[in-house]
């Protein structure tokens, strides 16, 4: 029945929540844009980040599977399904949600005929033998991967490059650049989507020079293994509001102190040419959402020595720390609105190597006419544990170094 409506099996697991149901047909996505419309999407995964759906999906809606369906026949968000009918019957009357919702009892009639113990033994007794695509790719054998350098899924990340047994402390902020200045509540799918990548996009130019057509681009998700791609698609999100490029949506900045505007993995890659370090001014709330580990890899891997924000989502508050970022939370009442931050100034951090959990901690910050004043903050390492992890440059190192030592 469902079929015969038009709703049709289009892929499995992440699909819709992670942008993998595909693009609007053409007409469409050009009316959206001509328009600047809101479009609507509604769902029964668990992410409804705007432009995660899809990059011409503004607003999403979490509903129950059955709600979705029946708003989907509706073809409107603007009708009230408890009272407005969904459409009409056959015969020319008026259907109502009410009239197509199951009762407890035919669900519980239809799972005990679909949902059997020999469903799950049939299916999953061949399991790790995979379909023909699977059985098809060629492998080398051996106990560890060979990172062939041409592939553009799975790539050797350098979180370990220069990593020695002994910890070297960690160093002060000196001069560094704002790499980004957001607002309130920047979701870690703001700071690494899952979603398309636009073939305009530094991921985008990246696998197309390695012969990857937009067609085959897939995910972010799918790509995270390629460290190459997920750091080109850190600050991302083509919703995301940098506002030292005020009216501008999408991962861009201003490298300074040309202030030339450009992609922001551009300008951090510039400015690691450069010997200059980062730091990242954000407002409350900052990596709310889902808990996201490439958030916090994709900043580091970008050059970010620090974040400072209004407050952050705990989960990557942590992540931050995991990576070796220092999270740093303004004193109350403060922030970089209130401190009248633009992004053009140039931010010193000292006392680094010797800080304390949850500590107050000085921030330099020197304008662009030179004028310097101090914002205290709270270091946001809230542990020992923690700050273990962070001397260590990340808990990765911190787990290496460990096991190296018990293996000597």
């Known amino acids: 029945e469902l079929d015969a409506l038009g709703f049709n099996l289009v892929g499995y697991g992440c699909t819709t929540c992670i942008g993998n149901s595909g693009p609007l047909e053409a007409p469409l996505a050009k009316a959206i844009a001509d328009g600047d419309l809101v479009s609507c999407s509604v769902l029964s995964g668990n992410r409804n980040f705007e432009g995660r ?61 679909a949902v059997t113990p020999q469903m799950f033994a049939e299916r999953y007794s061949d399991v790790f033998k995979g379909d023909e695509h699977w059985q098809g790719i060629e492998v080398s054998g051996g106990q560890t991967y060979s990172w062939p350098p041409a592939s553009t899924y799975v790539q050797n990340p350098p979180y370990f490059e220069g990593m020695g047994l002994d910890i070297d402390a960690p160093a002060d902020v000196e001069n560094a650049r704002v790499l980004a200045l957001f607002g309130d509540s920047i979701t870690t799918d703001h700071i690494s989507p899952a979603g398309s990548i636009k073939a305009s996009s530094p991921a985008g130019v990246y696998l197309q020079e390695h012969q990857v057509s937009p067609l085959d681009f897939n995910s972010y998700g799918s790509r995270r293994g390629n460290h190459e791609v997920m750091m080109r698609g850190t600050f991302a999100n083509i919703r995301i509001k940098n506002q030292m490029v005020p009216g501008v949506e999408g991962g861009v900045t201003v490298h300074y102190p040309d202030a030339e505007q450009m992609p922001i993995y551009d300008a951090a890659m510039k400015y690691e040419a450069e010997g200059t370090p980062l730091v990242v001014f954000a407002g409350d709330l900052y990596g709310n959402g889902s808990s996201r580990d490439w958030a916090a890899k994709g900043t ?53 190597d010797s800080i304390k959990p949850r500590q107050t901690l000085a921030v330099e910050i020197t304008r662009e006419d030179g004028t310097s004043f101090t914002a205290n903050t709270t270091v946001r390492i809230d542990t020992e544990n923690e700050l273990d992890y962070y001397r260590n440059g990340g808990i990765l190192h911190y787990v290496l170094r460990n096991l190296a030592r018990a293996a000597a």
């Not at 969904?86 to 407890?104: A, C, E, R």
């Not at 970010?304 to 990557?316: L, M, N, Q």
């Not at 609105?337 to 140039?346: C, D, F």
Request: proline content about 5%; glycine content about 10%.
């Open 53 to 113: 759906i899809g990059p011409d999906i503004k607003a999403n809606y979490l509903a129950s599977p059955p709600l979705v369906v029946a708003y989907a026949i509706a073809g409107s968000l603007r009708v009230n399904l408890t009272k407005d009918p969904l459409g009409k019957d056959t015969n020319g009357n008026d259907v109502f949600l009410k009239d197509i919702w199951p009762t407890s009892h035919e669900i519980a009639e239809i799972m005990s005929k």
């Open 300 to 352: 580091v891997l970008l050059g970010v020595r620090a974040v400072i924000a209004g407050s952050f989502e705990r989960i990557h508050r942590s992540n931050l720390i995991g990576m070796g970022v220092l999270p740093l939370e303004f004193a109350d009442g403060e922030s970089a609105a209130s401190l009248g931050l633009t992004g053009k100034e140039q931010v010193t951090i000292k006392g680094i």
